[in-house]
Structures are given as C-alpha cells and as structure tokens.
C-alpha cells in the first residue's frame, strides 16, 4: 500500500545527504545496466543532476496524482528523445529503491520498500503509456539539418540558425523544444521557434552565447550540420493559453524575442484577429536589437503592430532609454491586455513587478525566462 506520509518524510531524510545521494544513484545505474550511459550527458557531475532529485520529488508526491497526471504523460512523451523503452524502467526503479535503502538505513523499512516500489510503479505505468500513445503518431525525435547560419549583434554573440526537419514538425507559435546537436551528445538544450510552423516546413532559432551548446551553435555548427529536436512543450505563451480577440503586450529581452515573433507573425497571416499588440524589444546595447529592422518592417505592414525598442546602457541610442520592464509599465493603460513577458529571470521578475503595480492583474502575465 501507497502510504504517502512515509515517502516524504524517508524522501526528506535521503535528500538531507545532498550530492551523496545521486552519486549513488548514477553509479549504482551505469553499473548495473551500463546500456543506459550513454542516454545521460559525459559529465554527470551531481550539481548538473537533472533525474533523481526530480525522480524522489515526483513519486513522492504520487498521492496528488490527479493534478501530476499532465506533466507525468509530457514526461513520458519526452523521454523518448532519450531512447527510453519501458525495459529501462525496472531498471532506474531497482536504482531508486538500491539508494534510498542505502541512506534510509534502519529507517528502510519493508512498509517503506512496498511505499516506494509501488509509487514508483504507478508513475512509471502513466509515463509508458503516454509514451505508447505518442509512438503511434510521432517519431521518438525529430532528425533536422541547418540550412542557413547568420552571426548577428554587435557582439557577435547571437546566432539566427534555419533549420530543416526531415519529418513534419508539429507545433504552435509559442512553443519550445529541446535540441541536441552530434557534438554535445545528450546534452539536450530548450530553444523557441522565432516563426509559426511555415508550408516549407523550415524553423528559425535565435541563439545567444551563453554555454558550452550555444556555443556551438554560434561558433561552430555551420550549414549541413545535424541537430535531434525533442518534442514540442509548453502552452503558456500560445495564443491558445489568450482569451480570443485580447489585446496583447508583449515584452521582450534580447532572444527571448523569438517565441513573440512566431506569434506575431501567426497573427500576421491571421485575417481579422482583432487584436492590438505592442511589442516592447529590451537590449543593454542598440546592436543588440539584432531582429529590429525585421520588426520595424512587419509594423509598418500591419496597424495592430506597435514596436517600441528600449536601450538601457547605450548613450549613443537615440531611441528610449531604461529597464524595458518600466518603459512599458510607463507607456500605456494595460488592464485588460494579456501580457507575455520573455527574457532573463531578472528582466522577468522587474517586469512582471511593475505591470502589476500598474494594474495587471496576475493571471494575465505568461512569463517564461529565456534559459540561461
Ligand atoms: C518514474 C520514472 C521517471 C521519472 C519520474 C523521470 C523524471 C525525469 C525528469 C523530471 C528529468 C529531467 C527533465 C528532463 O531533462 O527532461 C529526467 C531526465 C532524464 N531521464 Fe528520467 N525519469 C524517469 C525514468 C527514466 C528512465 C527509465 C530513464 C532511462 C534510463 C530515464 C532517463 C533520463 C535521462 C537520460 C534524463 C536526462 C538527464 C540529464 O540530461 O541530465 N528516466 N527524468
């Protein structure tokens, strides 16, 4: 029997052992099934675990599974990309149990071995049948080719990369994926269609300098080079996740830019959305406004459009100056606009800060940080 008191309060026990815990964990896995090291990135250094802490968390948890289902199925969806077939399971599973019993001690008792070994089973069974589901429809990943690479920026730090899918690619303006590139094996990154899915089946990516996959992305990879897309996520940022017919404020901080170019221009060959949506572009330098003559163009097409650049470390810019979060708090009377907001976690949280002291109400803020 489930008894979901006790796999919290043993969880709380194990994770007080901190990078003990998934040094355990990967090394008790690649020993027993050394099949399954190659899925997980060349350095697992515990800081970068990405599984166990999230694995304990989840099944502890099993007893809200209603409200986890979701996420437990887009889980599932996912982890094809890694190559996970439902054999690997009992395997992470027997892993699980080997380290919670090595640092639970006496407290591993068989009331908590059958907790554990059930719970996990559960959330094990929903991710392998959402798995089965989507392998009737779609591929476990997408195979894509870049077509085109542009260095961009003044700090030639930004990359505009067009890629090619073999296969269709299914997703809605908006949305994420996550990418791996041949030369960073396993090293799966998130990245935001700047476009809504086009009749040539092209995607375009804004990637800036930041770690060691983007800077492949920028510096190395270059035309004819191979990427795997994970399957699409998110919805936070879709028009789909807006009331029809809102008007919308977006703010950008540098390539956060891309998922609200893809819905702007969605909406561009929408006729008649009857929305109004300004779109406030941050950067610290001008040439950092990399996309804004691309912008610039699309407004004057379109009277729904209003683009305002906001410069806040350049003297020679003749434009606005400031945090873009304030130029647009400052700007307009947004109560009653659906507000998306993309960039730094910092740039996020100043910006969310002050729509809402000028009267936005929560609920109407999708924010999603660029990753860093
Ligand atoms: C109940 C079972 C499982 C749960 C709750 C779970 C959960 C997670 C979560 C939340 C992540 C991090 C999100 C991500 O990177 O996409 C993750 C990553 C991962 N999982 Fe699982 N997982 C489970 C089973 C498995 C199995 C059976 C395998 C196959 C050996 C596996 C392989 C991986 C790999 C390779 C990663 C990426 C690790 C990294 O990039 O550091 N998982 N898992």
């Known amino acids: 029997m489930v008894d979901p008191h006790l796999l919290r309060t043993s969880w709380a026990k194990v994770a007080q052992h901190g990078e003990q815990v998934p040094l355990f964990f990967y090394g008790h896995l690649f020993l027993s099934h050394p099949e399954v090291r190659s899925m997980f990135p060349p350095s697992m250094a515990a800081q970068r675990d990405r599984l166990v802490a999230a694995l304990g968390a989840v099944v502890a948890n099993v007893d ?10 887009g889980l599932g969806r996912d982890h094809r990309k890694f190559a996970v077939e439902p054999g690997h399971y009992p395997a992470v599973g027997a892993s699980l149990l080997a380290t919670l019993e090595q640092f639970l001690g006496p407290d591993w008792t068989p009331a908590v071995a059958e907790s554990w070994t059930e719970a996990y089973g559960i959330v094990a069974k929903v991710m392998t049948d959402a798995a089965a589901v989507a392998a009737e429809s779609a ?10 690479h542009e260095i961009l920026g003044g700090r030639r730090d930004i990359a505009r990369v067009t890629i090619a899918t073999r296969l269709p690619y299914p997703y809605a303006a908006g949305q994420s994926m996550t990418l791996e590139t041949a030369m960073a094996p396993a090293r799966w990154r998130f990245y935001t269609p700047a476009n809504p899915p086009r009749q040539d089946g092209l995607i375009e990516l804004h990637i800036k300098l930041i770690g060691a996959v983007s800077w492949q992305l920028v510096n190395v990879m270059g035309v004819g080079d191979r990427l795997r897309l994970g399957p699409p996520v998110g919805h936070q940022l879709t028009l789909a996740s807006t009331a029809p017919g809102t008007d919308l404020l977006m703010i950008a901080g540098s390539t956060g830019l891309a998922p609200l170019r893809a819905i702007v221009e969605d909406l561009a060959r929408t006729p008649d959305h009857g929305r109004r949506v300004t779109l406030f ?14 912008l610039e163009q699309l407004a004057a097409r379109h009277a729904w459009l209003t683009v305002i650049p906001v410069v806040s470390d350049d003297h020679a810019w003749e434009g606005r100056h400031g945090l873009v979060g304030d130029a647009a708090a400052a700007y307009g009377n947004w109560p ?21 002291e000028a009267g936005v109400i929560p609920g109407a803020i999708h924010l999603e940080e660029s990753q860093p």
Do not use: T
């Open 336 to 356: 009653g606009h659906e507000v998306f907001i993309v960039g730094s976690a910092g740039m996020c949280e100043h910006a969310a800060a002050r729509l809402k």
């Open 64 to 73: 809200n599974l209603d409200a986890a289902v979701p996420f437990l199925q």
């Open 139 to 148: 591929p476990p990943w997408w195979e894509a080719e870049v077509v085109a």
């Open 281 to 294: 572009y941050g950067a610290r330098i001008a040439s950092d406004l990399y996309d804004l003559p691309r």
